[in-house]
């Protein structure tokens, strides 16, 4: 079974690296990961389906910003943790509250992630 604290690591590493790190990123994830962001939307098999999704993501922004805010849950092997996201595009910054829920190996990486969140919460910002 995986460590509490490796999946904590994992986690704070994701938010990091999303910025732009994306090979770093993408290694956070075990292979045949899957990806459902926002949940209901087409869930992303795979390394590269994840990294399809990730340059998708931020071909919509300037720059992308995850920070944790609040406590990460673990139990087993999933993971569910608040962050926000800020959306900078130009002059304009725009942020979001997120929910993410997370599956991991036995080696803290990434198997299966779920993010809660809509565009309907994306509010302007203080840049």
Request: charge should be negative; glycine fraction near 10%; proline fraction near 3%.
């Amino acid at each position: 079974m995986v460590d509490a604290d490796a999946i904590r690591v994992t986690i704070g590493t994701y938010c990091e690296r999303y910025t732009d790190d994306r090979d770093g990123w993408l290694a956070l994830f075990a292979d045949g990961a899957t990806v459902e962001d926002p949940v209901g939307s087409d869930l992303h098999v795979g390394k590269d389906a994840i990294g399809a999704f990730w340059d998708m993501s931020h071909g919509l922004a300037d720059r992308v910003t995850l920070t944790p805010s609040g406590y990460v849950t673990v139990v087993g092997n999933e993971a569910a943790f608040a962050m926000d996201a800020r959306m900078e595009m130009g002059d304009s910054v725009s942020g979001m509250a997120i929910i993410d829920v997370m599956t991991f190996d036995d080696d803290a990486r990434i198997t299966g992630q779920r993010a809660f969140w809509s565009f309907d919460d994306l509010k302007p910002v203080e840049p």
